[in-house]
């Protein structure tokens, strides 16, 4: 078995995708032509999207969607960086929300959360170095 994607429900996919390359530099993978569901090239693990309607079709329980207004869901995605400052400033340029400023943790890695456009976390941080 082999861990191949995180779908993060949105609600503008588009928009999402514009966000994560101007933010953090992902191009663009893949789009359905309805344009409910995208992906990035972002390693070997990819990150995509599906609309909310899309999920709702998909779970018939429904689920919970994102909202700026209240607290993060308990999860996250983690992005390292050798420039963290320069590139945590980027992502809020870019509309990113800081939700924890940086800081360097007692192993020496750097540090620093934020939420994006959905309100998903974030977190930018330096390697661990062994």
């Keep these: ?9 949105v609600e ?5 995708i514009e966000f994560y390359n101007s933010a953090f530099g992902f191009q663009k993978k893949f789009m359905t032509p309805k344009h409910d569901y995208g992906e990035l ?9 599906a609309s909310n309607e ?13 909202d700026l207004n209240t607290k993060p869901n308990g999860i996250e995605m983690a992005f390292t960086t050798e420039n963290i400052e320069d590139d945590f400033a980027k992502a809020i340029k870019a509309g990113a929300i800081q939700y924890e400023p940086i800081i360097e943790k007692p192993w020496g890695q750097k540090v620093g959360y934020l939420r994006d ?3 998903f976390l974030i977190e930018i941080c330096t390697p661990i170095k062994n």
């Excluded at 090239?41 to 999207?49: D, L, N, P, R, Y």
């Design 12 to 16: 503008d996919i588009e928009k999402t």
């Design 1 to 9: 078995m082999k861990y191949a994607y995180t779908i993060l429900y």
């Design 41 to 49: 090239v972002s390693g070997e693990t990819t990150i995509a999207f």
């Design 54 to 66: 899309l999920g709702q079709s998909n779970f018939k329980k429904g689920f919970e969607k994102l």
């Design 117 to 119: 456009i959905n309100g």
